[in-house]
T-cell receptor, first 113, second 110 residues
């Protein structure tokens, strides 16, 4: 069966510090991968998605970036965090295209102080 | 009109009652619809897909009304464990956009 992992589970970082969140999927090959952010009291916002190694599509311009160095690894990064980057970051995967069901990882709760 | 709208609630419902909530969408080209459940401080989990003909899974029934552009979720014989936020998800095959609603909070009262 497929499983998706995210770490760390929680993170507290000062403004201006770098960020690296990691997501890995097991039990499937060539998944579509997604990064979402859920800010307090707001809906899920799609940040990036990837249909293959090295292929990243950005949905919202911001100070975040994503990379997919391996088939089942998706990384979310920032060089300098902003207060507004605080939120619940969720990685998800799907089997096929964007119209297919997505399955979420446990998330990383980021607080920027 | 917002792309996907949900009543934020909270819906406070006694245990055993039936509750229903809707989700409206603005893009008539939307093709796929889902309901997710999200517990407090947890990730969303797929509850059910919504098919054109409507579908049922135990106490849960989902329906799609394309003419009026909304989907609905009905929960019968509600349990305390049904307390959660229910997220509506709408996807369009044309531009591959995925839109999550902000969710409807449901509290089942003992």
């Amino acid at each position: 069966s497929q499983t998706i992992h995210q770490w760390p589970a929680t993170l507290v970082q000062p403004v201006g510090s770098p960020l690296s969140l990691e997501c890995t999927v097991e039990g499937t090959s060539n998944p579509n991968l997604y990064w979402y952010r859920q800010a307090a009291g707001r809906g899920l916002q799609l940040l990036f998605y990837s249909v293959g190694i090295g292929q990243i599509s950005s949905e919202v311009p911001q100070n975040l970036s994503a990379s997919r160095p391996q088939d089942r690894q998706f990384i979310l990064s920032s060089k300098k965090l902003l207060l507004s980057d605080s939120g619940f970051y969720l990685c998800a995967w799907s089997v096929d295209g964007l119209t297919d069901t997505q399955y979420f990882g446990p998330g990383t709760r980021l607080t920027v102080l | 009109r917002k792309e996907v709208e949900q009543d934020p609630g909270p819906f406070n419902v006694p245990e055993g009652a039936t509750v229903a909530f809707n989700c409206t969408y603005s893009n008539s080209a939307s093709q796929s619809f889902f309901w997710y459940r999200q517990d407090c401080r947890k990730e969303p989990k797929l509850l059910m897909s919504v098919y054109s003909s409507g579908n049922e899974d135990g106490r849960f029934t989902a329906q799609l009304n394309r003419a009026s552009q909304y989907i609905s979720l009905l929960i019968r014989d509600s349990k305390l464990s049904d307390s959660a936020t229910y997220l509506c998800v709408v996807k369009s095959s044309g531009d591959d956009k995925i839109i999550f609603g902000k969710g409807t909070r449901l509290h089942i009262l003992p």
